[in-house]
């Protein structure tokens, strides 16, 4: 997973046009973002060491787009990566942006829009990264699916954005709909469905049939599947009922294989699970997704394992499994505490008194810029400038971002994680951490009560450029002799992990990725209200950023050159 074979590298070329395109994903039509007419967009599947070439045109009317490819770390390509703002200029409407980056490890990852909340809008799909050739996976499969999780929303994106900015706040609420490959029932359950029960169901979407999400499978072999949530608020749990599921993978990165009968999964993480179908093959059986964290108001999504040569339309013989209740989370804490890195795998910088480099503290809190709600980040917000920051740092571009400020990187001493902020006002900012090149760097995320009593939430953070090793979780206010427990020996490597409520998460990585790298919550309304910071490591090592990343705000400005006109 971490070696790259020399063996043949192919490259995939893939023309792409982003844009609007009526779509049911849930039996209720609206305007969604589709990549070549297609929502969720296609799937790409390349192997370890592979170049994926993606030219993307903007054919949405109106809006810039980037897309992000989430858990590819760009070594050498950060221009590639994806963020308006930070890593590249949003391509304009009718202009092309060519994604050239190679995809170095085999994992299950996913791409996304990372601008404005276009992801949430519908601007994601699946990118696979199989073992390269002549390699293989340290574990047997027979055959394997790909499912893809997410939520919707039936109030458009706009509506969205413009209410998390109002004043009074107006919060979009839980979703109307879980998708499994952009696909859901919305006020319908598919075992009512199924069961022809249809006054279960939503009358205005009756007529209208979305194909349920099936799996056909053979009796007595083994099965991967590949399971990734790109989801905008919602965490899950996704439940196979009679079947084990043994986790092997997390956000491309091997785990020691553990038994499970239902897993969590948080906006931005993936996971491959195998399973062996062993049941009564005179059946068929459920998969369920339901929510976790936040009280649902949502169906769960059913999914159909179809043992062969069953119709997958035939009664089940039993009922979706239930996933855990939504505030079980000692249940969650026990899952994630279950996750290790494979045996062999690459451990952590450590035995060295300077190590870590160096120690930042996050405590994220909700808070309020002028009556406005926010997310703050050890008391600021962020917000995005209009030169990207991999050009402005690259160029000396000085005064693209205003004053250059050292946001803190400790955690205010003593602060009561357990009650609303005290001074619940902050400010906006850049919330740029230069990092030293190749530096260890230890990262505590904190979280806290949010601005109503007795109130915490769940937020999983995704790192780009980067995998990062997971040290530990605690609960209550992190303290020095925390560090002591960090697991050093096993940390499983991801690219997104969970803060829990009123608790803390730690993380390790080395700063050897030169770029500039957004690390924020991944779930889209918390990063549009400021829940996100961003690391700069190794600029001087950055090669020559393509022209189409750069020709916006200051860049944009110095490097145009008006041609001569004769008079
Ligand atoms: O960011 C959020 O805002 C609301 C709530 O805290 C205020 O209405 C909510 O549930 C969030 O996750």
């Known amino acids: 997973l ?13 023309k792409w046009e982003v844009g609007y395109v009526f ?32 030219e993307l045109k903007n054919s949405l009317p109106t809006e810039g787009v980037v897309i992000h490819w989430h858990g590819i770390r760009q070594f050498g390509t950060p221009w590639a990566d994806g963020t308006a703002s930070i890593s ?23 791409y996304h829009g990372h601008y404005g909340m276009q992801r949430a809008g519908g601007l994601y799909g699946s990118l696979i990264v199989e073992v390269a050739e002549g390699e293989e996976e340290p574990f047997h499969y027979d055959g394997e699916f790909n499912l893809l999780l997410s939520d919707w929303y039936h109030q458009n994106i706009f509506d969205q954005m413009a209410g998390l900015s109002s004043k009074p706040f107006r919060w ?7 998708l499994i490959n952009g696909r859901g029932q919305y006020n319908c359950s598919l075992e009512a469905k199924m069961n022809g029960s249809s006054s279960a169901c ?10 349920p999400v099936v799996l056909p499978v053979l009796p007595m072999k083994t099965y991967r599947l590949r399971i990734a949530s790109i989801t905008s608020l919602a965490s899950l749990n996704l439940a196979t009922g009679n079947h084990k599921m043994t986790v092997v993978e997390a956000d491309g990165n091997y785990v020691e294989p553990f038994a499970v009968d239902d897993m969590d999964i948080y906006s931005g993480e993936s996971y491959s699970v195998l399973i062996t179908t062993d049941q009564n093959p005179s059946s068929n059986y459920w998969i369920s997704v339901g929510v976790r964290g936040r009280l649902p108001k949502t169906q769960p999504a059913l999914a159909i394992l179809n043992y062969q040569p069953n119709s997958p339309s035939m009664a089940m013989s039993s009922r979706p499994p239930t996933t855990p209740a939504w505030n079980d989370y000692a249940r969650s804490r026990a ?61 000396g571009l000085k005064g693209a971002f205003g004053a250059p400020t050292k946001p803190t990187e400790s955690l205010p001493r003593g602060y009561n994680v357990s009650k609303p902020p005290t001074n619940p006002n ?17 990262v505590i995320l904190q979280n806290a009560n949010a601005l109503a009593d007795n109130v915490s939430e769940i937020h999983p953070w995704h790192l780009h450029g980067h995998d990062f090793w997971v040290l530990g979780y605690g609960e209550g206010l992190f303290g020095k002799k925390d560090a002591a427990g960090f697991n050093l020996k096993n940390p499983p490597l991801r690219n997104t992990v969970v803060v829990f409520p009123y608790g803390w998460t730690a993380i390790r990585f080395v700063a050897n990725n030169p770029g500039v790298w957004a690390f924020h919550c991944h779930i889209e309304p918390h990063l549009h209200m400021g829940m996100g910071v961003i690391f700069a490591e190794g600029i001087e090592h950055v090669g020559k950023i ?22």
């Open 202 to 211: 939503d009358t205005s979407s009756s007529s209208c049939d979305v194909e």
């Open 172 to 178: 979009i609420g839980e979703p109307q709909t879980l």
């Open 88 to 110: 590249q200029c949003a391509i304009n409407p009718d202009e092309t942006f060519v994604y050239r980056f190679k995809v170095d490890k085999a994992g299950t990852h996913m």
């Open 335 to 395: 899952f994630s505490h279950k996750i290790f890195s494979r045996q062999g795998a690459p451990t952590p910088p450590q035995n060295h008194p300077s190590i870590p480099h160096r120690q930042i503290a996050l405590l994220g809190t909700q808070t309020r810029i002028d009556g406005h709600i926010r997310w703050s980040i050890n008391n600021i917000s962020l917000v995005l400038p209009s030169t990207p920051y991999l050009v402005s740092m690259r160029y």
């Open 426 to 442: 902050s400010t906006e900012g850049g919330n740029v951490y230069r990092l030293r090149f190749n530096a260890t760097v230890d």
């Open 2 to 14: 971490w070696e790259v074979s020399s063996a043949s590298k192919a490259r995939h070329n893939f």
């Open 23 to 54: 779509w049911s994903p849930d039996c209720v039509e609206s305007a969604v973002i589709g990549i070549n007419g297609q929502f969720p967009g296609p799937t790409i599947r390349a192997k370890a060491g592979d170049t994926i070439v993606v």
């Open 546 to 567: 393509p022209d189409e990343a750069v020709g916006c705000g200051m860049a944009g400005k110095m490097w145009m050159k008006p041609p001569r006109v004769k008079h």
